[in-house]
């Protein structure tokens, strides 16, 4: 290719197709990341693309094709503070990015139910949703649904608890075992030398969000807290009333718990038994995710630290992320991360 080719002050799709030697049709596919294109030809495209300097304009190609990104988020059913806080951002965020052709939905299904997950995802239709958000279990059961929508051109981001194991294109989320490990120094710190124990709330064994947090709730307390003894995790499914049932005996079985680590939701009803025990000594607590409840136990002193991720980002992030695959786009993987808050009484925002 001559270096002169370098020079051209607006490259077109006409240019990498006559320096490529190929058709317009075969720089569209490639462009767009569609099958039937040999891999040289491919190589040969992106080559003059580079040597071009060819940036693609992906807003005034998806007008001119009167493009609409649909984008369905998949979140579980069960009552979560948490979870309603990212429906609103979902509906507050959505007329906003209306000038930008994306519109956005919702679902909910069921709570640690991977066959109704895995029935949700198969149910989308690939003709109809450009990208999906999936909060829920990994199971092999879900992993084959997203696979389905893999293949069908359909991007798939997991969402707070990762799925890993799968063909989504990424999580967006905090590092829950970064997370765990966080919630146990703050533990390990408020408490004194004297041993003690340490009671986990966690929602089901097979969120895999939960378990993380469990992982690195467990290394730093084996490793800086040894005088702590951390007990086995208390299945609550994010249920406040079956929390409130499951307490009672857990601290009459283990009369020396000092500290708690809820790592998932149902805070509701660890403050209904501590309102129903009153004059019982309150242990140490370092919770999950800053809502109304929450912010109300920080302020109260029922809670002593609250780890959180801004919902307002992990909904923005996904569709960012999204609408960057749609597009076949690089993505800022810095703007996306999404960090670890940690809250306390004095340094809650208003």
């Keep these: ?34 099958p039937g294109v040999r891999e040289k030809t491919v190589l040969k495209v992106n080559k003059a693309i ?21 984008f369905t988020f998949i979140l579980p ?4 503070e948490f979870i309603s806080m990212l429906e609103t951002q979902i509906a507050q965020l959505n007329p906003g990015i209306r000038h930008e052709r994306t519109k956005l939905s919702f679902i909910r299904v069921a709570a640690f139910d991977p066959m109704a997950l895995a029935d949700a995802i198969a149910a989308i239709d690939p003709a109809q949703v450009d990208g999906v958000a999936v909060f829920g279990p990994e199971t092999p059961s879900v992993r084959d ?27 967006v ?15 390990g710190r408020f408490l004194s030398k004297e041993p003690g124990k340490i009671l986990v709330l966690t929602g089901s064994m097979l969120a895999r969000d939960h378990l993380e947090r469990r992982l690195g709730f467990d290394e730093v307390m ?14 609550g499914r994010d249920d406040p009333d079956l929390l409130q049932r499951l307490l009672p005996v857990a601290f009459e079985d283990n009369p020396n718990i000092v500290g708690i680590y809820s790592s998932a ?22 919770a999950h995710e800053l809502t109304p409840l929450s912010r109300n136990a920080l302020a109260t002193g029922a809670f002593d630290a609250v ?15 999204m609408r960057a695959n749609s597009d076949n786009m690089p993505i800022n993987m810095a703007q996306e991360r999404i960090r670890i808050d940690v809250y306390l009484k004095e340094n809650m925002p208003p």
């Excluded at 084996?222 to 299945?235: I, N, Y």
Aim: hydrophobic share 40%; charged share 20%; net charge neutral.
């Design 222 to 235: 084996g490793r800086d807290f040894p005088h702590l003894e951390v007990l086995a995790s208390l299945e």
């Design 307 to 321: 780890i959180s991720q801004d919902a307002g980002h992990l909904v923005r992030s996904a569709v960012r992320i």
């Design 1 to 34: 290719m001559k270096q002169e080719q370098n020079t051209l002050p607006n490259p077109t799709i006409n240019d990498i197709a006559r320096v490529a030697e190929v058709s317009l049709a075969t720089v569209d596919r490639v462009l767009n990341a569609r």
């Design 50 to 70: 580079a040597e071009l300097g060819y940036v693609r304009d992906t807003a005034a190609a998806n007008l001119a094709r009167g493009r609409v990104y649909n």
């Design 173 to 187: 989320g905090v590092d829950n075992v970064a997370a765990g490990r966080t919630a146990a120094q703050l533990l």
């Design 265 to 286: 939701a149902g805070n509701d009803g660890l403050l209904r038994h501590f309102s129903n025990h009153p004059l019982a000594p309150r242990p140490v607590v370092v």
């Design 145 to 171: 649904a997203i696979s389905h929508l893999k293949a069908n051109g359909v991007t798939v981001v997991s969402l707070v608890a990762d799925i890993p194991s799968s063909e989504r294109d990424n999580y």
């Design 77 to 80: 059913s069960n009552d979560n």
